[in-house]
């Protein structure tokens, strides 16, 4: 259910332009380090064979159509074998050892008999540094691309959602006066959107990129050796369980360990309190567990926890080396063997893909705890988006006239959500053009009437009759052009005093405002005021 809300947050108010790039650039980061972990590849194949190459005359002829003419015969005394050597042929060694490669090796012949830059070690070494740059500048503009696309998008969301928690408030916002919500409003525009935010930013930076880019890392591993690769995911996902393993048992062994000594510290506290009581009856303890009793279980308590948390970090170290140990074995009797199965650049490739796939791995551990919370707080946003109005308006509804006669309530019964009764079983009549004051012990007794009035809720017994005609059966727009609440709070709109008494209305003339102030006998005070009808007043007035 949760889930299902954080994607409906995600698909209903997502921007296409923010989204795309948050893909757009989730792949091309993705992509730029496996081709960075070649480019290494490359220059380490490029250091170690100085592009150095020895053929027989059979394969001389095989090569010489894309390799050109070989530099030398290898020595004098193997001349008669035809042995050639190919001096500082760049990539030469490597193209050559990967020819028998399906697609990829005639490709590389290809592109080896055409690019010159590749055909010498110091332009090769030059070519590679600067695409190694390139690279590099690639994933850091994608990585900047990514993470604002991702707090754009997010942030988009989550103005979708306060947006909607506003227009959501204005519907059924009018329970807040019996208590319903409360500050849990302000709990979902404030906390829960922030949260929905900081979870859809970790969504679009790791779970697009990191899931990618695993594969990518993994498909390169997979193409220079598979049983290594699978081997070293293996290791690799024993030691994420090993290591979840050990830390949980010692946090196990923690709480237990730690209630026992959070126990023996209480005895030894009351001891220590009833150190005065022992003294004035000369006694050398009262009666209970003796203090060097509880303080040696203390001790002992405090010591097993010291020896758990010990323990964890050697252990998983231990078995990290030991892993990695059997695995330098296996890569060293692959590269040590004759013919080689996997030459050195071969093992800067997979170490390095191996290693660099770690990091995504973390990132997308470390963004489940965001996601989660997001995910309960999209919860939260959407139960309340969901709700349905407690009141609504029939559609043979009729408007209101003036009122001429009375305003009747007849055994009128209203209680909020949580069984709090504001009114049981009131009746009241108020005649036409009278003032009539309500006084009550319960302060929201008062203020749920008022409500009841303007049909803010309905009551859950009884009727209330504008001149024999059920509230119930008017329009609401008739209703509220004849009905105004005002609150006894003093509230104030961050404004000037103009548009206070205006209520931001524009159709309201600043005469208008003037004569309404004069009425109520605030219009010298006004005047006083340092900006008078101008003061801007409220809780960000400065």
């Known amino acids: 259910m949760q889930a299902a809300s954080l994607k409906r947050a995600k698909h209903g108010g997502r921007p296409i332009g923010g989204w795309l790039s948050v893909q757009i650039a989730s792949g ?17 194949e490029l250091f170690i064979g100085r592009g150095n190459l020895v053929v027989d005359a059979t394969q001389k002829e095989a090569i010489r159509s894309w390799a050109g003419e070989p530099d030398r015969v290898l020595s004098a005394d193997r001349v008669l074998s035809g042995r050639v050597e190919y001096l500082g042929r760049g990539l030469l060694p490597w193209v050559y050892r990967n020819r028998e490669q399906p697609m990829l090796g005639r490709w590389l012949m290809d592109r080896y008999a055409h690019w010159g830059a590749v055909r010498e070690n110091l332009d090769c070494l030059i070519l590679l540094v600067a695409t190694g740059l390139a690279l590099a500048a690639v994933e850091s503009l994608a990585l900047v691309v990514l993470y604002r696309s991702a707090q754009q998008a997010a942030l988009s969301i989550a103005t979708r959602l306060r947006e909607a928690i506003h227009c959501q408030a204005s519907r059924v916002g009018a329970s807040e006066m019996l208590g319903q919500r409360g500050a849990g409003l302000k709990k979902l525009f404030d906390e829960s959107a922030d949260d929905v ?3 859809l930013v970790a969504w679009y930076r790791s779970r697009p990129r990191s899931v990618v880019l695993l ?18 995911s293996l290791f690799a996902a024993l030691t994420w369980l090993f290591c979840n393993y050990l830390q949980a048992q010692a946090r196990r062994h923690a709480q237990i360990h730690g209630d026992l000594a959070r126990q023996e510290h209480g005895t030894l506290v009351e001891r220590l309190r009833q150190v005065p009581l022992a003294t004035g009856y000369s006694l050398d303890e009262t009666s209970g567990k003796p203090f060097a009793v509880a303080l040696s279980r203390y001790r002992e308590s405090q010591l097993k926890i010291a020896t758990s948390d010990a323990i964890v970090t050697p252990a998983i170290v231990l078995f990290v080396l030991s892993g990695t140990a059997l695995l330098l074995l ?22 390095t893909a191996l290693i660099c796939a770690y990091f995504p791995m973390a990132r997308l551990l470390r963004s489940t705890g965001p996601i989660r919370q997001a995910e309960e ?5 959407f139960a309340y988006l969901d709700r349905e109005p407690s009141v609504s308006q029939g559609p043979k509804a009729q408007p209101l006239g003036p009122l001429r006669e009375q305003l009747e309530l007849v055994s009128v019964t209203l209680a909020n959500h949580n069984g709090r009764r504001f009114l049981d079983g009131a009746s009241l009549t108020i005649p036409a053009g009278s003032r009539t004051a309500i006084l009550a012990s319960d302060s929201g007794a008062p203020m749920a009437l008022a409500g009841l009035l303007l049909r803010l809720y309905d009551p859950a017994a009884g009727r209330i009759l504008v001149d024999g005609k059920n509230l119930r059966d008017v329009t609401f727009d008739s209703l509220h052009r004849q009905t105004v609440l005002i609150t006894g709070d003093g509230m104030l709109l961050t404004g000037t005093v103009s548009d206070n008494i205006s ?21 010298e005070f006004i005047q006083e005021l340092p900006q008078g009808f101008s003061t801007v007043v409220g809780a960000q007035a400065p």
């Open 503 to 523: 209520c931001g209305d524009p159709k309201v003339s600043q005469i208008q405002v003037a004569q309404a102030a004069k009425q109520v006998g605030t219009y």
């Open 197 to 199: 935010t900081t979870g």
């Open 377 to 381: 707080a999209a919860a939260e946003i």
């Open 28 to 44: 091309v980061s993705a992509v730029a380090v496996p081709l960075l972990v070649i480019v290494l590849g490359l220059i380490t």
């Open 330 to 351: 296996l890569v060293g009797i692959n590269v040590l063997r004759d013919p080689p199965g996997l030459t050195v650049s071969g093992t800067i490739v997979l170490g």
């Open 215 to 232: 594969i990518v890392l993994a498909l390169l591993a997979l193409l220079v050796d598979v049983w290594l690769t699978l081997a070293a």
